[in-house]
């Protein structure tokens, strides 16, 4: 089985040791580095083969979205879950922005982490309840036209489920409906806002505050 290789940035040793047992305890997962700094976590990047980094937004004078730009300017292609103990709306419709994999509360069981972690590995997006209140609620304060055809209520309900992480079978077993009629609303969802893969619908529909307007 190829395991999904693992880069955790964090700065309390005591979290990192925890959720290090927790993913080599997962047969497909494999925990390849940690470390605290920013400057750690880039030199392994440059040594190792990493698919997923695990990082924290508050690094104390530093934050995550300092080390993906670094990343990615050293063209690390992997997956991005930030697990974190709060972020503010504005960082959080930030991280979208920045093509992130998903936010992860760290006060969730580690079960859902483990789901989450497979998720965006998958090239999911994983958010939870409060993330999604928190970003369509900083997006719908911006005043910038939305020139997008509006969505049906179906649209918007499927929609839902993509912003949840469910796959096309769950969100069709949440609405009575066959997978074959979710795909078809997935895509007219992709035709309405220009883009091919689930990870950009849900980050497009975050920035304008598309889709869940009531």
């Not at 993913?23 to 400057?39: K, Q």
């Not at 508050?58 to 103990?85: H, P, S, W």
């Not at 994983?126 to 209140?133: E, P, Y």
Request: hydrophobic share 40%; net charge neutral.
């Amino acid at each position: 089985m190829d395991k999904t290789r693992i880069l955790l940035l964090d700065d309390h040793a005591l979290f990192r040791a925890g959720l290090s047992r927790l993913v080599e305890s997962e047969p497909d997962l494999e925990m390849t580095a940690h470390c605290a700094t920013l400057g750690e976590a880039t030199d392994i990047l440059r040594r190792k083969a990493i698919d997923l980094v695990l990082l924290d937004y508050d690094l104390g004078k530093q934050n995550g979205f300092e080390f993906i730009a670094r990343a990615r300017e050293m063209g690390f292609a992997g997956r991005f879950l930030i697990v974190t103990a709060g972020m503010s709306d504005a960082e959080s419709v930030q991280a979208v922005r920045l093509g992130v994999g998903g936010i992860f509360p760290k006060h969730s069981s580690p079960a859902l982490l483990v789901q989450a972690i497979r998720k965006v590995t998958a090239g999911e997006t994983w958010l939870d309840q409060s993330s999604i209140r928190a970003l369509v609620e900083a997006t719908q304060r911006r005043e910038a036209p939305d020139l997008r055809k509006p969505f049906t209520e179906r649209e918007q309900q499927v929609l839902q489920g993509v912003f949840e992480g469910l796959s096309n079978k769950e969100i069709g077993a949440r609405l009575d409906i066959s997978e074959s009629s979710v795909k078809a609303a997935l895509q007219q969802l992709f035709q309405k806002t220009g883009v091919r893969t689930r990870s950009q619908l849900v980050r497009i529909a975050l920035e304008e505050g598309i889709g869940r307007r009531k």
